[in-house]
């Protein structure tokens, strides 16, 4: 846990100083694409989504609550923690077959995100599950511990890095058409995570009306 311990620790020091980052010149830049906000009636829809909210995380040591957004699609993750007064302090981009991490004024690589994190931060969270997650979805390594009347998980565990993760859906609400997490709360030993989604919109590719130029 020295390694948490050292990144939390990161963090608060450039939300004390608010310190500006610039990432321009050092963070590898997200695939252009024509994804547009879209309505969907099934979350399962949502093949490509972004988000605004909050982050919290709690360990024996330390707290830590950033501003969190995230855009997912189906090839590309861009997450970014800032602070109340927009200073980024944290950036993880990943492919399926690459990892960006700048932190601390320091860049990290890998051939995979999860690997990548665990190496730096000493988490060990199934970033393959955590999409899912956050739009309410049961990935093929968890199981359902309890439901609500609508069929909706209201808790459920992963055991596939034990100690297993205890996810727990505390809040639910309608965005972009469909029902997704407002809040969640993930438990893996003396770690907690809080997520908290303000916004949610799912993207997709612009319909093209007939007759109109490209």
């Known amino acids: 846990m020295n390694n948490l311990k050292r990144l939390t620790k990161s963090i608060f020091s450039y939300i004390a100083l608010s310190a500006l980052l610039f990432l321009a010149g050092c963070q590898t830049r997200p695939p252009l694409d024509d994804l547009s906000p879209i309505t969907v009636s099934d979350v399962r829809e949502a093949k490509a989504w972004e988000l605004q909210g909050k982050l919290a995380i709690k360990t024996p040591d330390d707290k830590l609550s950033a501003n969190l957004y995230w855009r997912h699609t189906e090839e590309h993750d861009k997450?970014?923690?800032?602070?109340?007064?927009?200073?980024?302090?944290?950036?993880?981009?990943?492919?399926?077959?690459?990892a960006?991490?700048?932190?601390?004024?320091?860049?990290?690589?890998?051939?995979?995100?999860?690997?990548?994190?665990?190496?730096?931060?000493?988490?060990?969270?199934?970033l393959a599950d955590l999409p899912l997650w956050i739009t309410g979805q049961v990935g093929p390594n968890?199981?359902?511990?309890?439901?609500?009347?609508?069929?909706?998980?209201?808790?459920?565990?992963?055991?596939?890095?034990?100690?297993?993760?205890?996810?727990?859906?505390?809040?639910?609400?309608?965005?972009?058409?469909?029902?997704?997490?407002?809040?969640?709360?993930?438990?893996?030993?003396?770690?907690?995570?809080?997520?908290?989604?303000?916004?949610?919109?799912?993207?997709?590719?612009?319909?093209?009306?007939?007759?109109?130029?490209?």
């Open 100 to 126: 960006h991490l700048h932190i601390d004024g320091k860049d990290f690589k890998d051939d995979n995100a999860q690997h990548l994190l665990e190496r730096v931060s000493g988490w060990s969270i199934p």
């Open 142 to 214: 968890d199981q359902v511990i309890e439901s609500d009347s609508q069929d909706k998980p209201k808790q459920l565990t992963n055991a596939q890095t034990p100690p297993p993760w205890l996810v727990t859906f505390l809040r639910w609400q309608s965005q972009s058409g469909t029902s997704v997490p407002h809040q969640l709360k993930l438990e893996r030993g003396d770690l907690q995570l809080k997520i908290q989604l303000n916004q949610w919109q799912s993207l997709g590719k612009a319909a093209v009306i007939l007759g109109e130029k490209p």
């Open 79 to 98: 997450l970014t923690l800032t602070t109340m007064l927009g200073t980024t302090v944290l950036t993880l981009e990943a492919t399926p077959n690459a």
